[in-house]
């Protein structure tokens, strides 16, 4: 699809319908838009009395913006009469009344009527006038009816294209009953009344806790009131399990800063430190390390989460690091594995096991000639700018070192 909104995946529509005949029209600006509105409505069908400036026209093509098929077939006359020549049903369309004993219509009944006469097996064809002074009396004399605009009788012509564009319009609106080419996107599942209603008895039960519903004798209609807001917007299921998380999540109050989840950065290390002793002679790489890399990914530190936040964002990083990923049997917080670069991110106060996990992994990754650089969490979270400046550092040693 393109941006203009047309869309080049789907066939044009093409529908029989009416000639449409402009009869000297004099800039090359109108018939080119006028094309391009019969293109709009599915009209093809094109036929010009003595253009002013000739034909073919630069302007015209131009203004067509891309309704080229119409401009190319075109069918061009030296007289009104050889152009409606072979139609049986023809409508001149003008602003001025001409009187003239001819029926007037608008462009509804206008339509209707060409729709009908074409279905069965007629050929109809409506007249366009000249811009300055448009049809004369002896050209809407031709004409079955005359079609007129419901308009502002103090002002009341239209541009050539535009009343083009009004006849299209009514005509496709009609041989289509209105269907629109585009809606509102299908949205999820509409929430059954059980969910509602779970949602709503959950949502009364934190409002007691606080004592929204008061008064007492107010309570009732209150509630009324409020399930009908619900009731109202047609929530999908996915409205209902956000507005639910929306409400447990202020009820419950701030978590405090992200410990990961399910595990807290004391709670993964001392796992990193078992692997390390059990995973003694494992092949590295083993189903256990894996399964704890991905434990630990899921489980991100508020610290991991923006230094990671800031490795693949930052230009001078992105690409280049990996989170929790295993090197051996080792996971370092952060690793390069272009760079030969791992992240430790370590806590105030780690416990003794920490450490030493942390000094054996260390010691493991240096004698395979990995460079270790040690953040506190505290610092990533005060000063990120400057953690990643001594990364940096780091990081553009490693052309001299190799
Ligand atoms: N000055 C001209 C208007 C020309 S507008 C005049 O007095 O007639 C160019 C053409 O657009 C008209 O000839 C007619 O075919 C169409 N048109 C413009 N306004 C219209 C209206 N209100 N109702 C029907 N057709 C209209």
Redesign the pocket.
């Known amino acids: 699809m393109t941006g203009s909104g047309t869309d080049r995946s789907k066939a044009g529509l093409s529908l029989e319908g009416p000639v449409v005949i402009l009869v000297e029209p004099q800039l090359g600006e109108n018939i080119g838009m006028a094309a391009r509105a019969m293109g709009n409505f599915a009209l093809t069908r094109l036929r010009i009395v003595n253009p002013r400036d000739g034909w073919p026209n630069v302007s015209a093509r131009r203004a067509a913006a891309g309704a080229d098929h119409i401009l190319e077939r075109v069918e061009l006359f030296d007289t009104v009469e050889q152009a409606v020549a072979d139609l049986d049903l023809l409508f001149?369309?003008?602003?001025?009344a001409h009187d003239q004993a001819k029926p007037v219509v608008g462009p509804e009944a206008a339509t209707t009527e060409i729709a009908g006469h074409i279905a069965s097996g007629g050929k109809a064809g409506i007249?366009?006038?000249?811009?300055?002074?448009?049809?004369t009396n002896e050209e809407v004399a031709l004409a079955n009816r005359i079609?007129?605009?419901p308009?502002n009788p103090g002002f009341?012509?239209?541009?050539?294209a535009q009343?083009v564009l009004l006849v299209g319009y009514e005509w496709f609106k009609q041989m289509t009953r209105g269907g629109l080419p585009h809606g509102m996107p299908e949205r999820s599942e509409r929430a059954s009344q059980h969910q509602i209603q779970a949602f709503f008895e959950n949502l009364v039960r934190e409002l007691d806790k606080v004592e929204f519903l008061r008064p007492a004798e107010k309570r009732d209609t209150m509630l009324v009131n409020l399930r009908n807001i619900f009731t109202r917007m047609e929530p999908t299921k996915q409205d209902m399990h956000t507005l639910h998380g929306v409400v447990m999540a202020i009820a419950e109050g701030r978590k405090g800063p992200a410990k990961g989840g399910v595990l807290d950065g004391e709670q993964a290390t001392r796992l990193r430190a078992l692997l390390a002793e059990h995973g003694q002679g494992a092949p590295p790489e083993s189903g256990m390390v894996r399964g704890l890399a991905r434990l630990l990914r899921r489980n991100p530190t508020d610290a991991e989460r923006l230094l990671w936040q800031a490795l693949t964002r930052d230009r001078r990083f992105a690409g280049q690091f990996k989170r929790q990923t295993p090197v051996g049997r080792h996971i370092p917080d952060f690793v390069s594995f272009v760079h030969r670069i791992a992240i430790e991110l370590s806590n105030v106060g780690e416990s003794e096991t920490i450490l030493i996990d942390r000094a054996a992994r260390r010691a493991w990754l240096e004698a395979r000639d990995y460079r270790v650089i040690e953040m506190q969490a505290a610092d990533v979270e005060r000063d990120l700018a400057a953690e990643l400046e001594r990364l940096q550092a780091m990081v553009s040693q490693s052309g001299s070192v190799s």
Request: net charge positive; proline share 0%.
């Open positions: 001149a369309t003008s602003a001025r007249l366009f006038g000249r811009e300055r002074w448009g049809l079609v007129t605009f308009v009341a012509s239209l541009n050539l009343a």
